[in-house]
């Protein structure tokens, strides 16, 4: 099994590469969806650093296959893919496309080529995305109809969100399937990630299909938040703010990308599982609130008044002070994302990994042990730049998506929340 605890080392490097060559005997030909992502990126460079480059083939939007075949490094990169092994990656990596696009007759017979697949595709973004529905659910759907009747395809593995079990479970969500009746969500993303599990499984039964569902996902164990930034803001809030509108006990349940990328990889590559649904969670492991806020001012070398619970009306109040003042520009729009942050705090989940151990002996870092990294990377950032990377992820190299953004950018309702 892989060296959990000691990612991009060259330990780890040497465990995961002689690894994961003997666990994929039979993958001829990956496709990975999603590798310009925060959790396709580093399930790249994972699959890189595994040996794998010349089996792995990335279906990335672009104006060409140079344009494609440059972004896919620049991610590898960003994902802490060593320079000069990102640029072993070449236009043989990459099939320009989007999930629901057309294909030449050549890219065609790649895809259908395809004996495993990796679908990250999908925009995390807590805004009312209006492409969320498209790109997670129709889109998707159209991507896994190719694969549908293959005789070569081994392993489907979707990337879906432990979120997509909505706000009515236990306090420990099981790894299962969901009884797709009604359910309610806090964002639509958790809801549309359902919705494509449930119409995935319906529409194609014998899609040899592993659902993946991770938690909150945030910063990496070496590289902190460079890689992303997403999420760590709310943190960062609290701590600063010593309370927050959920009890000092509740848990966030959070694991690091590279951890993250690294169950993916497994559960792909190795010939048979046990099981068709997972959580890639901190599980039982999950800290407190009050343990976080106490390894950030261990991180940040300060210390302050005891943590405690706010009512939600008080959201308003830490928001200027977060921006500044009450006329801030973002101040609304980070009391609203708090507002989300402690919805999903206050439901105390915790997300049963126990299948995902016994499979492949997932034994991720904890948040507070990595937190250190993320703190020093943040440093010289504005917690509302971080908090704009929740819900606007700019699509950069496409000019009428820059244009778009740079007008919409000057609205409030850039950020469109619930």
Same mark, same amino acid.
Request: with cysteine; charged share 20%.
């Given at each position: 099994?892989?060296?959990?605890?000691?990612?991009?080392?060259?330990?780890?490097?040497?465990?995961?590469?002689?690894?994961?060559? *003997?666990?994929?005997?039979?993958?001829?030909?990956?496709?990975?969806?999603?590798?310009?992502?925060?959790?396709?990126?580093?399930?790249?460079?994972?699959?890189? =650093?595994?040996?794998?480059?010349?089996?792995?083939?990335?279906?990335? %939007?672009?104006?060409?296959?140079?344009?494609?075949?440059?972004?896919?490094?620049?991610?590898?990169?960003?994902?802490?893919?060593?320079?000069?092994?990102?640029?072993?990656?070449?236009?043989?990596?990459?099939?320009?496309? $989007?999930?629901?696009?057309?294909?030449?007759?050549?890219?065609?017979?790649?895809?259908?080529?395809?004996?495993?697949?990796?679908?990250?595709?999908?925009?995390?973004?807590?805004?009312?995305?209006?492409?969320?529905?498209?790109?997670?659910?129709?889109?998707?759907?159209?991507?896994?109809? %190719?694969?549908?009747?293959?005789?070569?395809?081994?392993?489907?593995?979707?990337?879906?969100?432990?979120?997509?079990?909505?706000?009515?479970?236990?306090?420990?969500?099981?790894?299962?399937?969901?009884?797709?009746?009604?359910?309610?969500?806090?964002?639509?993303?958790?809801?549309?990630?359902?919705?494509? $599990?449930?119409?995935?499984?319906?529409?194609?039964?014998?899609?040899?299909?592993?659902?993946?569902?991770?938690?909150?996902?945030?910063?990496?164990?070496?590289?902190?938040?460079?890689?992303?930034?997403?999420?760590?803001?709310?943190?960062?809030?609290?701590?600063?703010?010593?309370?927050?509108?959920?009890?000092?006990?509740?848990?966030?349940?959070?694991?690091?990308?590279?951890?993250?990328? !690294?169950?993916?990889?497994?559960?792909?590559?190795?010939?048979?599982?046990?099981?068709?649904?997972?959580?890639?969670?901190?599980?039982?492991?999950?800290?407190?609130?009050?343990?976080?806020?106490?390894?950030?001012?261990?991180? *940040?070398?300060?210390?302050?008044? !005891? +943590?405690?619970?706010?009512?939600?009306?008080?959201?308003?109040?830490?928001?200027?002070?977060?921006?500044?003042?009450?006329?801030?520009?973002?101040?609304?729009?980070?009391?609203?994302?708090?507002?989300? +942050?402690?919805?999903?705090?206050?439901?105390? +989940?915790?997300?049963? =990994?126990?299948?995902?151990?016994?499979?492949?002996?997932?034994?991720?870092?904890?948040?507070?042990?990595?937190?250190? $990294?993320?703190?020093?990377?943040?440093?010289?950032?504005?917690?509302?730049?971080?908090?704009?990377?929740?819900?606007?992820?700019?699509?950069?190299?496409?000019?009428?998506?820059?244009?778009?953004?740079?007008? *919409?950018?000057?609205?409030?309702?850039? +950020?469109?929340?619930?």
């Amino acid at each position: 099994m892989f060296a959990w605890q000691t990612p991009l080392s060259t330990t780890w490097k040497d465990s995961l590469t002689s690894s994961a060559r *003997t666990h994929a005997i039979g993958v001829d030909s990956l496709v990975l969806t999603g590798a310009t992502g925060f959790i396709g990126g580093s399930v790249l460079a994972t699959l890189v =650093n595994a040996g794998l480059l010349d089996r792995v083939i990335c279906l990335v %939007r672009g104006t060409s296959a140079a344009h494609a075949l440059a972004r896919l490094r620049m991610s590898a990169v960003r994902s802490g893919l060593p320079r000069y092994r990102a640029e072993r990656l070449t236009q043989a990596n990459v099939i320009v496309g $989007e999930l629901g696009g057309e294909f030449s007759a050549a890219d065609e017979a790649r895809l259908a080529g395809a004996s495993h697949v990796i679908n990250c595709a999908a925009p995390a973004s807590l805004s009312t995305h209006a492409r969320q529905l498209d790109m997670n659910v129709r889109d998707t759907l159209r991507f896994a109809s %190719r694969f549908a009747c293959s005789k070569t395809l081994q392993r489907f593995v979707h990337v879906s969100a432990a979120m997509a079990c909505g706000t009515r479970c236990s306090a420990v969500v099981p790894e299962s399937l969901f009884g797709y009746g009604e359910s309610r969500h806090l964002v639509p993303h958790t809801q549309i990630q359902r919705e494509a $599990e449930r119409l995935l499984r319906l529409t194609y039964p014998r899609l040899p299909m592993v659902v993946v569902r991770p938690s909150t996902v945030v910063g990496h164990t070496v590289l902190g938040t460079s890689p992303s930034a997403r999420s760590f803001w709310v943190f960062r809030v609290v701590h600063a703010a010593r309370r927050f509108a959920a009890r000092a006990v509740s848990r966030i349940d959070v694991v690091s990308v590279d951890d993250c990328a !690294r169950a993916l990889t497994l559960l792909t590559v190795k010939p048979r599982l046990a099981y068709d649904t997972y959580h890639v969670s901190a599980g039982a492991n999950a800290a407190t609130i009050t343990q976080i806020v106490n390894a950030m001012d261990e991180a *940040t070398g300060t210390s302050g008044k !005891r +943590y405690s619970m706010c009512a939600p009306r008080e959201l308003r109040a830490i928001a200027r002070e977060t921006t500044g003042g009450e006329r801030a520009p973002h101040s609304h729009l980070v009391e609203r994302a708090l507002g989300l +942050y402690a919805g999903f705090a206050q439901l105390d +989940y915790v997300f049963d =990994n126990r299948h995902l151990r016994e499979e492949i002996g997932f034994d991720p870092l904890p948040f507070t042990d990595y937190l250190n $990294e993320c703190v020093r990377t943040s440093q010289g950032i504005g917690i509302v730049e971080q908090m704009k990377r929740d819900f606007v992820r700019p699509v950069t190299g496409f000019p009428a998506q820059e244009s778009f953004l740079k007008e *919409t950018c000057l609205q409030e309702n850039t +950020y469109r929340l619930l």
